[in-house]
Nanobody, 124 residues
Framework: HVQLVESGGGSVEDGGSLRLSCAAS????????MGWFRQAPGKEREGVAA???????FYSASVKGRFTISKDNVKNTLYLQMNSLKPEDTAMYYC???????????????????WSQGTQVTVS
């Protein structure tokens, strides 16, 4: 069972940047896929970025070119660098961990059994 502790949310102006961190209680190297999701009030949780077991990254169309997912296998920490933030990026953000996978076609909540508590990101 992997525990995920998230940090780094907050409020930022339109066009600003934030970096989210997600510390895992277990190694997140080659045997783990990881993702970032967000959920705005009244909307379904959506996948925004993922990194597979080989380190290949995947992004939703809404954040591609603005967000960067990365991980530090020594620190067992996942990151989401968010640049050029827009008001529509406002949501609760979650990190998630799943089994070894490559070529993530869709960033789907069903593929990630372990979740963080979430952190609020507000862009105004």
């Amino acid at each position: 069972h992997v525990q995920l502790v998230e940090s780094g949310g907050g409020s930022v102006e339109d066009g600003g940047s934030l970096r989210l961190s997600c510390a895992a209680s277990a190694p997140i190297g080659g045997s783990t896929s990881m993702g970032w999701f967000r959920q705005a009030p009244g909307k379904e949780r959506e996948g925004v970025a993922a990194i597979d077991s080989e380190g290949t990254t995947f992004y939703s169309a809404s954040v591609k070119g603005r967000f960067t997912i990365s991980k530090d296998n020594v620190k067992n920490t996942l990151y989401l660098q968010m640049n050029s933030l827009k008001p529509e990026d406002t949501a609760m953000y979650y990190c998630a961990a799943g089994p070894e996978r490559t070529q993530i076609a869709t960033i789907d909540t069903a593929d990630f059994p372990y979740w963080s508590q979430g952190t609020q990101v507000t862009v105004s």
